[in-house]
């Protein structure tokens, strides 16, 4: 009787402290809101007071469970049993380290490490202390790359020859966050354009090749077009206060950030100021000459590339090429896999891919079939990946059945080091390197 009621029981909710309470952090924990089963927000840390405030009052934390600081964390005894590591990248291993010796285990934002030195501080330190830790890599759990992992592995288009990816960055995205925002610089953030916007692309790569690892990897970039000598004759270097082409430009901050505010323009408001009522305060705001975002584009003498292509040579002989082009009139992701026996090219946007297989028979020579992933992408900006990963990282506390794509730290490693190389090779001139 007593053994049947305790197999009945459900489980605690897994109690988690969050570490960085900016947009990413604000996503995950949410689910605490939505699944109060699964997820319980036990306490907060940032630097920003007006981030704990927030955190304090969705979560109703007493005080002596906010903190401004992880070493105030780490004076107290365990409170929780993980950290939601949402940090900034340049942060990611300083403040896992400790963290991780004190017993906690963690959801860690991607990068999980800016470079290869770093990244293997944080293999080592897991490795040595048994924490689990889950790098987001979101994209793993949408729909649309999980069906195409599942058609891979029916053999369906045979054996990969080559797996190409394109993360078109729309212009809408890369103004706000990558040429005016606070990825723009890498001593800032930490990370390279690369790191920090594709490591999910090269991840899903890997991921979709099955642990056929490469063996060597190029790559080139650089800035194409947000730099000084691409402002347009006689453009201004503020848009609102001293700009007379602002109308008809397509990065105009009035146009982006007060006429359709509904698009990006939310990153400018919460970055600077919590939401300012009307058009004229926001306009006052963009005003200020320190104000990041509304410099022109082509003045914000940005330290990442703003586009990049790497080549990638696997062990089986096959390979893998990848773009990002920031700045594209709309945000995509394309894969094209072309397999022995038939490909798969889809849109990620489009969520949906076609399946074309040979068939002498058929007419063209092939059969295809379209697979529409839109019933199943729902949820949020990830196609459901975030609330997804959030519960997978429970059901991996608990000892519980994870998804086939949970991604722990040791499966993120190949992914994680393909864009080390790649970003190697680039700063090389595109010199093809030894993985
Ligand atoms: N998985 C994804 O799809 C995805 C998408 C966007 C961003 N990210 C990653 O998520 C991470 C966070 O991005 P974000 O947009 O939420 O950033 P954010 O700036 O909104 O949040 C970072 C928070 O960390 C706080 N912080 C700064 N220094 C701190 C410290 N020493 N201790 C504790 N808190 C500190 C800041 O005050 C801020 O509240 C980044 O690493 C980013 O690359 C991941």
């Known amino acids: 009787m007593n053994t ?43 630097v920003n007071p007006e981030r704990v405030r927030q955190a304090q009052l969705m979560f109703d ?45 963690m959801l860690l934002e991607k990068p999980y490490a800016l470079n290869d030195t770093e990244g293997q501080l944080l293999i080592d330190c897991v490795r040595e202390t048994g924490r689990k830790l889950m790098v987001c890599h979101v994209l793993r759990y949408t729909p649309f790359y999980r069906a195409i992992r599942r058609v891979l592995a ?67 970039g650089g800035v194409f077009q947000f730099k000084e000598s691409n402002a347009p004759e006689g453009a201004g270097t503020h ?36 939401n300012p009522a009307t058009d004229a305060e926001k306009e006052k705001i963009l005003r200020q000459e320190d104000n990041p975002f509304s410099r022109c584009v082509y003045r914000c003498d940005i330290s990442i590339v703003d586009h990049q292509s790497v080549l990638i040579h696997f062990r089986d002989g096959s390979t893998g090429t990848f773009s990002m082009n920031g700045g594209a009139s709309t945000p995509r992701r394309i894969i094209h ?60 506390l608990r000892g519980e059945r994870t998804s086939p794509g949970c991604p722990t730290l040791e499966d993120s490693i190949i992914g994680h080091r393909m864009v080390f190389r790649a970003e190697e090779s680039r700063m090389q001139g595109g010199t093809m390197l030894p993985f």
């Open 239 to 274: 848009c609102l206060n001293n700009c007379p082409l602002e109308r008809e430009c397509p990065f105009s901050a009035r146009r982006l950030y007060i006429e359709y505010p509904l698009r990006w323009a939310n990153n400018v408001w919460h970055d600077t100021h919590s």
């Open 4 to 46: 049947t009621t305790q197999s009945q029981e459900a489980p605690p909710p897994i109690r988690a402290i969050i570490v960085g309470m900016g947009d990413r952090a604000s996503i995950y924990s949410s689910v605490a809101l939505t699944n109060p089963e699964h997820l319980e927000i036990v306490g907060v840390v940032d």
């Open 61 to 105: 934390l007493p005080d002596e469970h906010c903190f401004s600081t992880v070493e105030e964390l780490l004076e107290k005894p365990r409170l929780a049993d993980a950290i939601i590591n949402c940090t900034m990248d340049r942060l990611h291993v300083e403040t896992s380290l400790p963290l991780l010796r004190h017993g906690y285990d």
């Open 337 to 396: 896999i072309t397999g022995t026996r038939g490909e798969i090219y889809g849109d990620f946007e489009e969520e949906c891919f076609h399946v074309r297989q040979m068939e002498p028979s058929a007419p063209g020579g092939y059969t295809e079939r379209t697979l529409d992933m839109s019933d199943f992408q729902q949820g949020d900006a990830h196609g459901g990946g975030d609330r997804s990963i959030v519960l997978d990282f429970v059901a991996l």
């Open 154 to 220: 029916t053999g369906a288009v045979g054996d990969v020859i080559n797996i190409h990816m394109a993360n078109q960055v729309g212009y809408l995205h890369e103004s706000v966050s990558f040429v005016r925002g606070k990825y723009a610089r890498e001593e800032i953030c930490g990370s390279g354009m690369l790191l920090t916007k594709c490591s999910h692309d090269l991840d899903i790569m890997s991921w979709l090749m099955g642990g056929i690892a490469p063996v060597s990897i190029s790559s080139v």
